[in-house]
């Protein structure tokens, strides 16, 4: 369906409905096609709708790029983001061991 291979990949991501934001977009060049789609959903996660990535030859936005990592034609292996946990700090636990 599309080439992977295709060279310098642009990624574009908006800010989410906040108008003020100091940074209201962010952008990234990757040198595959394939390597900014695997970015924009692995490091994304699911909510792809302010993402758009452009190529010399085609615009994907949100629902396409999800279509694309999860196509069997996908040349690079899938590592979907880990869940992230509460934020554990060990200095707690070490400052609770010096005053006992």
Known sequence: MFDYAETNAELYI???YDRWSRTP???RRFETLALAIAF???ERGIDLSHTT???DV???HGADIRRCYDA??????????KKRGPA???SSAAFKQEAG
């Open 14 to 16: 908006t800010a989410k």
């Open 25 to 27: 977009m962010t952008y």
């Open 40 to 42: 924009a959903c692995e």
């Open 53 to 55: 990535i452009r190529t």
């Open 58 to 60: 085609i615009d994907m």
């Open 72 to 81: 069997q034609d996908f040349p690079l292996p899938r590592h979907p983001r």
């Open 88 to 90: 554990r700090s060990d």
